[in-house]
């Protein structure tokens, strides 16, 4: 039914007329002049066929291929493989620059450096500032616990190991304020209140500190630190 449609379409446009506007002796009058549509461009085959243009064009893009056929008449696609997203199936706005891959608004990401359009396979984005990188300019880190990428202003290192360590696994020393990853949290207790720290010098610095306060010092240490 749907071919039908468009072969229909075709024949109705193989019979249109224009108006013209013609210069006489007597003056000017309107002329109707059939349509101009040569046999390479459409056909009628014993009344009953009727033969339109098609375009077959095979877009190479990096490793992958796609195909599209439309009428040359009115551009009407009969297959079009970049048209659907391929990861959820939604209407295509761009392609991937590393991969080929069709990609809709939901599964593109913009590298924040070269402003090109990338699919979530081959982007990264900081787990902190939430800024988006291309696989070539992603530089920074990743967390030693998780393997978050954090780019190069957001990055945290532990003070013990020098090791890379995200928002969600860096832990805050109770007494000197420096970041540690988990790997080397010492804890401790104080009134319930549970304390982590960079290490046992300042475990033991904290501890000694804590020790020389009265019953109400000490209340105010462990919830304030």
């Not at 551009?75 to 493989?81: S, Y």
């Amino acid at each position: 039914m749907l071919y039908k449609m468009r072969i229909d379409g075709a024949r109705s446009f193989g019979t249109q007329t224009r108006t013209y506007t013609v210069d006489t002796e007597e003056g000017t009058e309107e002329r109707e002049v059939p349509v101009t549509v040569t046999s390479n461009d459409l056909r009628e085959v014993m009344n009953d066929m009727i033969v339109v243009p098609m375009w077959h064009v095979e877009y190479k893009v990096k490793d992958r291929t796609y195909l599209r056929e439309f009428f040359a008449t009115d551009g009407f696609a009969m297959r079009d493989d970049m048209a659907l997203c391929i990861v959820c199936g939604d209407k295509t706005i761009a392609v991937c620059t590393r991969c080929g891959s069709t990609i809709c608004s939901s599964h593109t990401v913009g590298c924040r450096t070269c402003g090109d359009l990338f699919c979530n396979s081959d982007s990264v984005r900081c787990v902190k500032c939430e800024s988006s990188y291309c696989r070539t300019h992603a530089v920074g880190s990743q967390c030693v616990t998780c393997g978050s990428f954090m780019d190069s202003p957001c990055v945290l290192h532990c003070v013990t190991c020098n090791a890379a360590v995200c928002p969600d696994h860096a832990v805050t020393c109770a007494r000197c304020g420096k970041v540690v990853c988990p790997s080397h949290i010492v804890k401790a207790r104080y009134m319930l209140v549970k304390k982590q720290f960079c290490g046992d010098s300042c475990h033991e610095a904290y501890d000694t500190e804590y020790r020389q306060k009265g019953v109400l010092g000490k209340i105010g240490r462990a919830i304030k630190n």
